[in-house]
């Protein structure tokens, strides 16, 4: 199995992103921990950040041709604002999981709608960097 981990805007900054937030992990150890999980599973883990909306959509377009079955997805602040990124996760028809590190429902009222979960197989919000693990975990049982 191919499992692609997308990250939005501003994950690039974790570890020193308001930690009391999202922790102290980095995107780097979170993706490295990610990698270690799957290929004990026998699967793959591939992932990709970007600040710019439109490389999020190409990457999921590309995930048509490259063998994904499956994404996980924290959009960021994307998560509140895109209809173009929920219309390509709904266009490619590959299932995903849409993962916060925090608990977005005890936070602003603006990051209480996304327009992914919709379509979402499922979401993990409030987990820290464990979500990512539990939403992989998930991906590899489906
Ligand atoms: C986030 C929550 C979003 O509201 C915020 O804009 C982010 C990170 C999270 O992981 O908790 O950038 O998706």
Known sequence: RHILVLHGPNLNLLGTRQPEI????????????????????GAQCSHFQSNHEGELLDRIHAARQDGTDFII??????????????????????????????????????RHHSFLSSTAKGVVAGLGAFGYEAALLSALRA
Do not use: K, Q, W
Not at 22 to 41: F, K, P, Q, S
Not at 87 to 104: Q, R
């Open 73 to 110: 997805i924290n959009a960021g602040a994307y998560t509140h604002t895109s209809i173009a990124l929920a219309d390509g996760l709904a266009s490619v028809d590959i299932p995903f999981i849409e993962v916060h590190l925090s608990n977005v429902y005890r936070r602003e009222a603006f």
């Open 22 to 41: 999202y922790g102290h992990e980095t995107l780097a150890d979170i993706n490295a921990h990610l990698e270690r999980v799957a290929a004990e599973h």
